[in-house]
């Protein structure tokens, strides 16, 4: 596709339902980040993959939280048993590649998935 | 731990006119980048322009650029020639340059009102 695409775009959920954010990169990037970010705050890291593998999910805030990208393309993150707490705009971004010393590697964000718990 | 300081929650600035956002960060580090993203109210993140902390030039990326001053770790962004469409958030952003550290560490961000 021509840009990162999320879906849904909204999403409401009682508390304690459990949620599925999709996320599509750009066809071919190699890396893939989740961000979570709260009304009126800057986003902050969740998790991050290259290709299939999640090297980092120390951002994750509980083990409620899981992400996968299965095939080094889709992924989506789900959430567990939703707190309220848990309300804001889910960002995915992708990019291209990152060079072996780390690179600026321009990060390409879709719209995100404002999810309301109630 | 790194962090990012946006201390402009809002600003305004006129149609044609010169603004300039403030970012300052903290980190021990010595190899970087820095990045200014804007959000416009569709929620899609644009990177706007970047800095790599080697470089002593100061990027620029058209009518935006950046005043770059590493010792006092202050990272501004300079908008000049301000259109309507320049009506957004604006973020800042950090990340490191070590070894597998891909994430970037996002300041609060400054609201910025253009003015017709």
């Known amino acids: 596709g021509a840009g990162v695409s999320q879906s849904p775009r909204y999403k409401v959920a009682k508390r304690g339902q459990d949620v599925a954010l999709r996320c599509d990169p750009i066809s071919g990037h190699v890396s893939l980040f989740w961000y979570q970010q709260a009304l009126g705050q800057g986003p902050e890291f969740l998790t991050y993959f290259q290709n299939e593998a999640q090297l980092d999910k120390s951002g994750l805030p509980s083990d409620r939280f899981f992400a996968e990208r299965p095939e080094g393309s889709v992924s989506t993150l789900k959430i567990q048993r939703t707190q309220q707490e848990d309300s804001a705009v889910y960002l995915c971004?992708?990019?291209?590649?990152?060079?072996?010393?780390?690179?600026?590697?321009?990060?390409?964000f879709g719209e995100g998935s404002r999810l309301t718990v109630l | 731990a790194q962090t990012v300081t946006q201390s402009q929650p809002e600003m305004s600035v006129q149609e044609a006119e010169t603004v300039t956002l403030s970012c300052t960060y903290d980190?021990?580090?010595?190899?970087?980048?820095l990045f200014w993203y804007k959000q416009p109210p569709s929620r899609q993140m644009i990177l706007v322009i970047r800095q790599e902390a080697y470089k002593q030039q100061n990027a620029t990326e058209n009518r935006f650029s950046v005043n770059f001053q590493k010792a006092a770790k202050s990272f501004s962004l300079k908008i000049s020639d301000s259109q309507l469409g320049d009506a957004a958030m604006y973020f800042c952003?950090?990340?490191?340059?070590?070894?597998?550290?891909?994430?970037?560490?996002w300041g609060l961000g400054t609201s910025l009102a253009v003015n017709p």
């Open positions: 980190t021990s580090e010595s190899d970087y980048y």
């Open positions: 971004a992708s990019t291209s590649r990152f060079a072996t010393s780390g690179g600026t590697g321009e990060l390409f």
């Open positions: 952003a950090y990340r490191s340059a070590a070894g597998n550290n891909r994430k970037l560490i």
